[in-house]
């Protein structure tokens, strides 16, 4: 494969907040050779557009890819890596000089400010690994939280004990 086209997103529900990242790799003949859903955690939406950016370079050399073009919806990701905006956050200086070195690894890569409608499939798989962090982080806090008078808790033996106390003193909703 030598020519890939690539959409990346990235989405943070909060910003910071939970967020996620979506790309869509498409071949010169318009077949997508591969989609990418993924949680990363909790980050700012710019953070999430470049490890959306690190995630598609990464695929594209991968599938054997000499020249990419790359497809964003965020103006400020593509103005910086086509050097007409500075770099000054100190976190984004990480992720764009990482994408600077893997930009290495080809003959060509074009970069592309495209409006958010034209990018509705990364946009669609961003905002779902998005939720889909938020659900895991809301899943764990409930299941680490405190427990309330009557929860049923199991023994070192595996068997079900009494009612389990109250952390608070008083009963929880």
Request: aromatic share 4%; net charge neutral; hydrophobic share 35%.
């Given at each position: ?169 008083q009963d929880a909703c």
């Amino acid at each position: 494969m030598t020519a890939l086209v690539g959409y990346i997103d990235g989405a943070s529900r909060g910003n910071p907040g939970d967020a996620g990242i979506g790309v869509v790799l498409v071949a010169e003949d318009e077949r997508v050779v591969e989609e990418v859903s993924q949680p990363i955690g909790r980050a700012t939406n710019n953070e999430a557009e470049y490890r959306a950016l690190l995630v598609c370079l990464e695929r594209a050399h991968q599938h054997g890819a000499r020249c990419l073009t790359v497809c964003a919806d965020s103006e400020l990701l593509v103005r910086q890596m086509n050097g007409q905006y500075a770099v000054r956050h100190a976190r984004l200086r990480e992720f764009y000089q990482a994408a600077c070195e893997r930009v290495e690894a080809f003959e060509v890569v074009v970069f592309f400010h495209i409006p958010r409608s034209a990018n509705a499939r990364a946009d669609a798989l961003a905002s779902a690994a998005a939720r889909k962090q938020q659900k895991e982080r809301l899943r764990k806090e409930v299941g680490a939280g405190p427990r309330r008078s009557g929860d049923r808790v199991r023994s070192p033996s595996g068997g079900m004990d009494e009612e389990s106390p109250s952390t608070t003193g008083q009963d929880a909703c």
